[in-house]
């Protein structure tokens, strides 16, 4: 017997997202209380259900994604690059501060290091929620494994 026959929470219910460009809100949310999860659309090709609660959701997003949680949108990207021979880091212009921050090293190629920076320094608007929550959308979606 699967999760969702025996706790009718366990089934993936639809959650509209604040404003129409919104990449950071869960489309898909199930639990509740300290249990609730969101589906990560993004992580490809089987997506990922991450704990609310503990901030896993918003840690992922933001870290491994680069979507800010305040503005929905990815972090802008740096102005220009250089390789740091020295410390064996590739370092980026950050568009609001003007200085050469650490995105990565040649180890690790992932960009860690720029998305936290860019939660600290960058400055975004954030949108206005949409005014009416569409209601008649389709509450079923893919069963995940994760």
Known sequence: MDAATRDTSAMPRRQNPRYDT?????????YTGQQKQ?????????????????SAYWYHKQFFHGISSVSGQPFSSPLEQR?????????GLCHQCLQFVP??????????????HAHKCHIYDKPKPK?????????TMPQSTH
């Open 22 to 30: 919104d990449a950071y809100t869960p489309r898909w949310v199930r």
């Open 103 to 116: 995105i990565c090293n040649t180890k690790r190629k992932n960009s860690v290091l720029w998305y936290r």
């Open 83 to 91: 390789l740091n021979k020295e410390s064996d880091l590739l370092e």
């Open 131 to 139: 005014a009416s929550q569409q209601s008649n959308q389709s509450n």
């Open 38 to 54: 969101g589906y990560c659309e993004s992580c490809q090709p089987m997506g990922k259900w991450l704990q609310l609660k503990n």
